[in-house]
């Protein structure tokens, strides 16, 4: 794609982005809104008073006798200022609540999916350069069983015999409980809780890159291109890294984007398994304790991150492809 169209591609994405974004918070507004549930009767409980003047002045405290479109209204008005309401459970404002817990979410998915990208993009290549092998077929059937095992079985699989039979790793949490760390050991610390999860997050999304990167790359190496430079005599390995593997990559970038965005909400079970901190976790917690602004926040935060690594991957596609053009 020529450099001067580049703005007007970026802008058409973002456009288009903000109004996907906001098609997703009012689905989720009455979503979450339709679930069954009192909020202010679980607050009341809580609380260990539940008479009508005492649920009647949490109604109104949170806007919940305000009509459905009135509250819509105040909810969109809240989410243009980055007000994402009040979490009656944790006693603090939901942004700050949300920008507390995303960190060690971050952190956990970008974790899994860096192994699962160099991984898989690596088993891949080595069953499409030895196919018909019996690495090929290894490989093929470890891609097979990562993608059909459920992720609360690996994690419970994993803490067992890591964690219970070996004793290598910490089963649970981010951090060592009772023990204050600093600088190196503090990395060191969080390295090893963070192994497990992640190991568990990212072979799932390890077998999904495999089969896509040995697909792609039998595709490719069928082309005419490919055929032309083995009859000039360049070398087999030039041949898969610059002709095949880099052809090849382009769908796996596509792909990679959108699992990347999928992963922040594929890390619930994750965290809720390992008692990970992170926002799925959170959001586990608060479909417990009926926490709609809450939900509705993590459900907020998770949509932006998922639309903004789509309109990463459109752009580094267009700037990876040439072919690629801007539609009009």
């Not at 990167?213 to 390995?237: I, Y």
């Not at 417990?288 to 602004?293: G, S, T, V």
Request: with cysteine.
């Amino acid at each position: 794609m020529e450099p001067s169209r580049l703005p007007a591609f970026l802008l058409g994405r973002v456009v288009k982005a903000a109004i996907v974004i906001l098609a997703i918070v009012v689905c989720n507004f009455f979503l979450i809104h339709a679930a069954p549930g009192d909020p202010a009767s679980i607050i009341a409980g809580q609380s260990g008073a539940a008479d009508a003047r005492f649920l009647a002045q949490l109604r109104a405290q949170f806007g919940l006798d305000q009509p459905l479109y009135v509250q819509l209204w105040l909810y969109l008005k809240g989410v243009l200022t980055l007000d994402l309401g009040f979490s009656h459970r944790q006693q603090m404002s939901v942004a700050a609540l949300l920008w507390d817990r995303l960190p060690a979410t971050l952190l956990l998915t970008g974790a899994a999916f860096v192994f699962a990208l160099v991984i898989g993009v690596s088993m891949g290549a080595l069953a499409a350069r030895r196919v018909g092998t019996w690495s090929d077929s290894l490989i093929t059937v470890l891609a097979l069983a990562f993608y059909a095992t459920p992720l609360f079985w690996v994690g419970l699989m994993l803490v067992l015999l890591f964690s219970v039979t070996l004793e290598w790793l910490p089963s649970f949490g981010m951090a060592s409980v009772g023990v204050e760390m600093s600088g190196l050991a503090a990395v060191l610390d969080v390295g090893e809780h963070l192994i497990l999860p992640g190991l568990t997050l990212g072979l799932f999304y390890v077998a999904v890159y495999a089969r896509l990167t040995r697909a792609t790359m039998l595709e490719v190496a069928d082309q005419d291109f490919v055929k032309t430079a083995r009859a000039k005599g360049v070398p087999e390995g030039r041949i898969l890294r610059r002709h095949i593997l880099r052809n090849a990559l382009l769908p796996v970038i596509t792909f990679a984007g959108i699992q990347a965005g999928q992963l922040i909400g594929g890390s619930i079970l994750v965290e809720t398994v390992f008692a990970w901190p992170g926002i799925g976790r959170l959001a586990f917690e608060a479909l417990l304790a009926r926490d709609y602004q809450v939900l509705m926040g993590v459900f907020f935060l998770t949509s932006v991150m998922v639309v903004l690594f789509n309109l990463i991957t459109d752009l580094l596609y267009a700037i990876v492809d040439p072919r690629v053009e801007v539609s009009r």
